[in-house]
């Protein structure tokens, strides 16, 4: 990874009502701590509604990946409030669609087949993250 | 009356079209001549969570009332797709394929399931609801679905 | 329109990824939610309720809500105040914690023994609030 890389900012959706918000989450947990340490970094979704500046300057200044818990799309309406076009949004449950015999449960924790399902999804956006660090189309 | 009747749990806000017939199964007809579209209620589609997978019939089925046509799968249940009346599938929604969450985001509308040719619908619509009785029988079932939760 | 409601009361969480105390937040909000008061309390997703989700705002515009953050920024709070008027109850994390003189939380997921030692004794607090809450004895 050149030195020059940029960060990208990994959003989940945070919802606590899913467990699709809880694979978003997780998902994003593992792109940055495992796969892409030191290059995806993440704000609280909510901190960029209540204005905060070093949230907004975050996903204004890198790009955004958007992972989203619901069709409601939280995370990526959040983001186009700031007048920013995420570079890439993914609904969580296609991660479940793609990966039939990993069904996930848990909502605050996620189990272990939802554990695995975020280790999978996150290996797999780890292309979607490199092209945007090196400064691929926004 | 409106386009919804509509009834208040908690925070959801449960939704009933009206001018559609309802099975007790939990799922609509829109009738249109002889032909009617299908799909679940607002009540099925809140239940069962986030569809995931949807497994559809064939264009030229036949079932008949009460019948199954297809599976739903969500993360916390697969059920079979129940026609509210007979006849023959002479259409799938051609949205189901690549966007079935609009069973979730729009079901009274742009997710409906199937265009189905009514083979016996004076007969079907003995055995249907009109939306205010619906409502009444969705209301028993909410209770009863917060009861469990 | 009809209406089967009994009264609530709305549990919103901080979801704070980034930082730890939103994750012992989220833990905290879920037991109370699942096992301690799941009769009682209802959540609200936050970030849909600030991304105009009708049905998380009416429900906290028309019952009481328990706001819990994980930090000073306080974005539960002041984002229900904004939308639906002030919350029963704002319950901040870090200040609990000093109150029973435990450490600030250092994971953001795979709480230690201790820390989920912590998302207990935090849910109990919630769940004592929504008790005053219901019971009219809110201070």
Same mark, same amino acid.
């Given at each position: ?37 030191? *290059? ?5 979704? =909510? ?5 905060? @500046?070093?949230?907004? +300057?975050? !996903? %204004?200044?890198?790009? *955004? ?5 619901? =069709? ?5 309406? @959040?983001?186009?409030? +700031?007048? !920013? %076009? ?53 | ?149 | ?139």
């Amino acid at each position: 990874m050149s030195q020059k890389a940029k960060k990208v900012v990994v959003l989940p959706c945070s919802g606590i009502g899913k467990v699709y918000g809880a694979l978003a989450r997780e998902t994003a947990y593992e792109l940055m701590d495992r796969v892409r340490p030191g *290059v995806v970094v993440t704000t609280c979704l =909510p901190l960029l509604v209540i204005e905060d @500046s070093e949230a907004k +300057q975050l !996903v %204004t200044a890198n790009p *955004v990946i958007t992972i989203d818990g619901c =069709p409601k799309s939280c995370a990526q309406k @959040s983001v186009e409030a +700031q007048g !920013v %076009t995420p570079a890439q949004s993914f609904q969580a449950i296609n991660f479940y669609k793609a990966h039939k015999d990993l069904k996930p449960d848990g909502i605050a924790e996620l189990d272990e087949n939802g554990r695995r399902l975020a280790a999978i999804a996150a290996d797999e956006l780890a292309r979607v993250v490199d092209d945007l660090a090196a400064g691929g189309v926004r | 009356m409106g386009e919804f009747l509509e009834t208040t749990y908690d925070k959801f806000v449960f939704k009933v079209r009206t001018g559609y017939f309802y099975s007790q199964d939990d799922f609509w007809a829109d009738v249109d001549g002889d032909s009617a579209l299908i799909g679940v209620s607002d009540f099925l589609q809140k239940a069962k969570g986030d569809v995931a997978f949807l497994e559809t019939a064939e264009v030229g089925t036949e079932v008949k009332q009460g019948g199954e046509i297809g599976k739903i799968e969500t993360i916390k249940a697969t059920f079979g797709i129940l026609s509210p009346v007979s006849g023959k599938v002479i259409e799938v929604n051609p949205e189901m394929e690549s966007n079935s969450y609009l069973i979730n985001e729009d079901c009274y509308g742009a997710g409906w399931i199937y265009k189905i040719q009514l083979a016996d619908f004076d007969n079907d619509r003995a055995n249907l609801l009109a939306a205010d009785k619906y409502l009444d029988l969705m209301q028993g079932k909410i209770a009863e679905e917060m009861k469990n939760k | 329109m009809i209406s089967l409601e009994v009264l609530k009361v709305g549990i919103v969480s901080c979801s704070g990824e980034a930082v730890c105390e939103g994750t012992l937040s989220r833990i905290a909000c879920r037991r109370v939610l699942d096992d301690i008061r799941p009769a009682e309390t209802v959540t609200i997703c936050l970030p849909l309720f600030l991304a105009g989700g009708k049905e998380e705002r009416e429900f906290a515009a028309r019952y009481p809500t328990i706001t819990v953050d994980g930090c000073e920024k306080r974005c539960a709070q002041k984002s229900t105040e904004k939308l639906s008027g002030k919350p029963a109850r704002s319950i901040l994390i870090p200040e609990i914690l000093k109150k029973h003189g435990l450490e600030a939380p250092t994971s953001l997921r795979d709480l230690s023994p201790e820390e989920k030692a912590s998302a207990q004794l935090v849910a109990e607090e919630i769940a004592r609030a929504v008790d005053e809450i219901l019971n009219g004895t809110e201070g």
